[in-house]
């Protein structure tokens, strides 16, 4: 298999752990009263879970140098 | 102070600085110096994502539910985690084909059908009208706003909106003219337009900047941070339930969801996405770097939206003021002359990115996929014989601009007033989704045929304008409203908003369950029950497997037909203009080492595919095909000739796969040859000093015997006695020949495998003591002191019992050899160690040195300096004893320290008792 393809199932993964994060029950669980240095909590969880997310897909779009299939 | 004049000659000049930039890129790329061939510049362009619905509608929708603004760009993030597998794809066939809309990628897949394309077209246009009138109605608002200042007045509160729908049309108007400026100036093969890119990547550089400012004032301006903003309004009865927005104000989970599917959709399907995303890219390679700077940029435009629609909230709480304004009225609330303009100019390069963008991309779809293919059908306009087509083309782009922004002023005119920002756009997202089952079936799944292409658009649009276009018209009153309330002819169950009943859904996510099923269901179905025809296999074959194509040519191999070369060229120079033609064919010639125009090319399938790809670039799939369909003769392949050459194709993979192997296993028996070769070179060598060293060892016993003979011979006076002795003599050596030549004889035999063993239970204890008794005549001479110490009873081994004798007969005479004589100690032991004897002859002599102890087992070699040292022996006892115990299963080595004396021990494996 080559390394396309092995980037590629983990960028699938990236998509499904974010299909997960931003969905029914995660989000119920963070909709609830409270906040962290003073942003409601809902908010602070989807703006860093969101940040998360893309700092994975950096790493893993940046880890190697592409070549040309 | 904000005069109107200072409102519009900032945009002007604002408008000018870009057509600046557009100018100086078109340059730069003109001189082969691009400036855009860079991934920052392509993820920002990107970013024309980013509309005035971004940059003035997501406070809006903020301010009412909360968190509803978000899916839109999250969704995208989802999406964009997917484009290594998918967009990359996209990209490759798109570069192949030189696709140029995605009107032109659907109609290329499904067999280059241009009623396909006709109707992406249409669907594009339709769904997109309501997103312009978006950007229109923004900019138009944020003028009329800002103009009012230092009073913030609602346009509607005073009865403006005839007076505001007049600038709409003037910036309609404008914005024609600049997107002409900008889009159509000439006609490029690839249709990139690297200076609107660069323009765009800045205006979202702006488009941020204005956002962040605002966003920095209102938090740390107007209230003290963010801990402070959000406190204040957690005392606000209204704003609290703002905290925990699901469930209660942002509605369910099945929205969020929605919501979420369709950005997703959007971000790869909308017109100008993918014109930015794949017709303007210029390396794949840049894909990497967009994947996550354009994700990143979103969340960086995203992250002040809620502290500016809870400030608003806080700063006009009697509501008069409408949410969709708040980034421009806040700064204006608070005086703030300056930032209110810049958020203005902010708001503007959001709309105009996405005009001219959207404009273009669809100003390419109706001039390729609507308007050419119907004109070349028109055998009366003689299009075919005009010489250059290029001006009408441009003509045809230019119309179709002016005439999509003066429909999107239509469509604000007519219903633009009756819905928020976002609620606008996503009609729009709606209608683009559709294209998602086309697209993406038809990229991964063969099976897809145009007729399920077809049905599949169809149904979904058509749900589409039922349930979303038409309530949107009906409620700006130019439908009876009784439409909604009671269904049309007071049919309840056809009621556009409750369609078959489904009720208690928002519109977006009933609108989308209907028209996703309808399209879904059409193409599927239809394609299954369809049986392609020869050219939509052949496309479907290409587009799948496009990773598997080598070449750009992977069409050239479905063409038979014949042609002529200046045909050809003169076809391509009516579309294209005769430079664009020459270069092209001057391109062709160079890449197979041909010089053109000086040799005449060969109109062969490849040339008329190029021609084809190229000409596809200008005017779409579907009308390129016919356009050199006309000039050439051309055999139409049936659907088993194309089912023939694919299966070809991939026989000639597995053809290549099977030589891969086989080449693999030569390498792999030529290493075995080469390894083999060595040794035999080695063994060759070996032979060679195998034979000097037995010569030399066999001359020193013949020469003294020759010595002593000739002495005895040359005196026959000698004394007896000295006679005798040199008989003795004589004999020794003799003997000591024979043993040496048994010896060698032996060596070769076991060497070369002929030697024939008879294996035998051997008795150890009884090998031992004939092996003693053999030799205590020598040990008796020598007066060595021999001990033997044997357990009661030991396991039998099985081997040959003259070939251990030898062994054993081997190490005593060595052990002898090198005892001193009188005081000499051999002690022999023989342990059972239960699966295997082991027996150590252990001597008192001098000892080996370390370095000799692996050297000794080898032929001919001996211990210690043969120069000095007097020879013990042949060198090959010890050879052959190892070779003999290795044989039957055993092992044989020394410990011995210097001066310590010797221990030869050796195992043998006992034989399992029955």
């Known amino acids: 298999m080559s390394d396309f393809e092995y980037r590629g199932q983990r960028f699938v993964a990236i998509c499904m752990l974010g299909v997960l994060l931003f969905n029914y029950p995660l989000l119920a669980l963070f909709n609830v009263r409270g906040a962290i240095f003073g942003v409601p909590l809902l908010y602070a969880y989807i703006f860093s879970a969101w940040a998360i997310l893309i700092a994975l897909m950096a790493w893993l779009a940046e880890s190697h140098t592409l070549e040309s299939r | 102070m904000l005069h109107g004049s200072v409102i519009i000659f900032t945009s002007f000049a604002y408008l000018g600085l870009l057509f600046a930039i557009a100018y100086y890129a078109d340059k730069r790329a003109d001189a082969g110096r691009p400036v855009i061939a860079n991934p920052y510049i392509y993820s920002l362009s990107m970013a ?68 396909l394309g006709g109707l992406v077209t249409v669907i594009a246009v339709i769904g997109i009208l309501p997103y312009i009138s978006l950007q229109l109605k923004a900019i138009s608002t944020s003028y009329f706003i800002l103009v009012q200042y230092p009073a913030i007045v609602m346009p509607d509160e005073i009865g403006v909106a005839p ?64 801990d402070d903003l959000f406190s204040r309004a957690s005392l606000v009865p209204k704003l609290q339930a703002m905290m925990t927005p699901l469930e209660g104000v942002a509605g369910s989970y099945a929205e969020w969801v929605w919501l979420t599917v369709l950005s997703m959709m959007a971000i790869m399907f909308l017109p100008r996405q993918f014109q930015v995303t794949v017709v303007e890219n210029l390396d794949e390679k840049h894909l990497a770097k967009a994947i996550w700077v354009f994700p990143a940029y979103m969340l960086a435009i995203n992250i002040f ?51 001219i963008v959207e404009t273009i991309a669809l100003s390419t779809m109706v001039c390729n996929d609507l308007v050419m293919p119907v004109l070349l059908r028109m055998r009366r306009l003689r299009l075919n014989e005009r010489p250059d087509l290029t001006r009408l083309l441009l003509a045809i782009r230019r119309g179709a601009i002016v005439l999509i922004l003066l429909l999107g002023y239509l469509y604000f005119k007519l219903a633009g007033e009756a819905y928020a920002l976002v609620a606008i756009g996503l009609i729009s997202f709606a209608a683009v ?54 269904g049309p002819f007071g049919i309840e169950l056809l009621k556009p908003l409750q369609l078959f009943g489904l009720s208690g859904l928002d ?93 005449s090319l060969n109109a062969d399938a490849e040339l008329v595919h190029q021609v084809e790809v190229q000409l596809a670039g200008a005017i779409g799939s579907a009308s390129a095909r016919v356009m050199v369909a006309s000039v050439v003769k051309e055999e139409a392949l049936n659907i088993d000739e194309v089912r023939e050459i694919l299966d070809e194709a991939s026989q000639v993979v597995v053809y290549s796969h099977r030589l891969e192997q086989k080449s693999r296993e030569l390498e792999a028996a030529t290493t075995g040859l080469r390894a083999a070769n060595e040794r035999l070179q080695e063994l060759d060598r070996m032979k060679d000093d195998f034979v000097a060293t037995v010569t030399h060892e066999l001359r020193t016993p013949l020469t003294s015997i020759r010595a002593f003979t000739q002495i005895l011979h040359d005196d026959p006076e000698m004394e007896m006695e000295q006679r005798e002795r040199f ?31 008879q294996a035998t239970s051997v008795d150890m204890k009884e090998v031992i003591s004939d092996t003693v008794t053999a030799m205590s005549q020598v040990f008796q001479e020598q007066k060595i002191e021999v001990q033997v110490s044997t357990p009661e009873k030991v396991g039998e081994v099985l081997a040959d019992v003259d070939r251990i004798i030898q062994v054993m007969l081997n190490l005593l005479s060595n052990a002898a050899k090198f005892c001193e004589a009188g005081t000499g100690r051999i002690e022999i032991v023989l342990h059972d160690l239960s699966d295997h004897l082991r027996i150590d002859v252990r001597d008192n002599g001098p000892g080996i040195a370390a370095s000799d102890q692996l050297v000794i087992f080898d032929k001919f070699r001996q211990a210690g300096n043969p120069l000095t040292d007097k020879p013990h022996g042949s060198g090959l006892g010890l050879h052959i004893s190892r070779t003999i115990v290795e044989h039957f299963g055993g092992r044989l080595w020394v410990e011995s320290r210097r001066g310590c004396g010797a221990c030869f021990s050796f195992t043998l494996p006992t034989r399992a008792i029955p």
């Open chain 2, 48 to 115: 024309v994502y980013a509309t005035a619905w971004t940059f003035y509608g997501s406070v809006g929708r903020a301010a009412s539910d909360g968190i509803g603004f978000l899916p839109i760009y999250i969704g995208p993030t989802l999406m964009i985690a997917l484009w290594w597998v998918v967009m990359r794809k996209i990209l490759r066939i798109s570069k192949q084909n030189r696709i140029t809309s995605l009107a032109d990628f659907i109609a290329s897949r499904y067999g280059k059908s241009a009623l």
């Open chain 2, 305 to 355: 939206v809620l502290p500016i629609a809870f400030g608003g909230l806080l700063r006009f709480p009697d509501g008069s003021v409408d949410a969709d304004t708040f980034v421009l009225t806040l700064p204006m609330a608070e005086k703030q002359e300056l930032l209110a303009l810049l958020v203005f100019i902010g708001g503007l390069s959001a709309a105009t990115g996405m005009v």
């Open chain 2, 727 to 757: 008989l003795a003599i004589i004999a020794k050596e003799s003997e000591r020949l024979t043993r040496l030549i048994n010896q060698v004889l032996d060596v070769s035999r076991i060497e070369s495998g002929r030697e024939e063993w």
């Open chain 2, 163 to 226: 007076i505001r729908q007049d600038t709409a049309l003037w910036v309609a108007l404008i914005l024609a003219a600049f997107t002409i400026a900008f889009g159509t100036r000439h006609l490029d093969a690839a249709e990139h337009h690297q200076g609107m890119v660069a323009a765009i990547a800045f205006e979202s550089m702006v488009k941020l900047l204005a956002f962040l400012a605002v966003g920095i004032f209102v938090t740390f301006g107007m209230y003290d941070g963010l």
């Open chain 2, 433 to 486: 989704a559709q294209f998602a089952p086309v697209v993406l079936g038809g990229i991964f799944w063969k099976g897809g045929t145009r007729s399920g292409a077809l049905c599949g658009l169809l149904a979904g649009f058509t749900v589409w304008l039922y349930t979303l276009l038409l309530p949107a018209l009906a409620r700006s009153g130019w439908l009876p409203i009784g439409l909604l309330e009671n």
């Open chain 2, 507 to 599: 519109q977006i996510t009933h609108a989308m369950i209907w028209s996703m099923l309808a399209n879904l269901g059409g193409y599927i179905a239809v394609s299954l029950a369809d049986s392609p025809t020869a050219d939509e296999h052949r496309q479907a074959s290409v587009f799948v497997d496009v990773f598997r194509q080598t070449g750009e040519t992977g069409g050239a191999r479905f063409w038979r037909g014949t042609a002529s070369a200046p045909d050809l060229y003169n076809l391509l120079a009516r579309f294209m203009g005769s430079a664009s033609a020459d270069s092209a064919f001057r391109e062709y010639a160079a890449a197979r080492g041909h010089r053109w125009p000086e040799t």
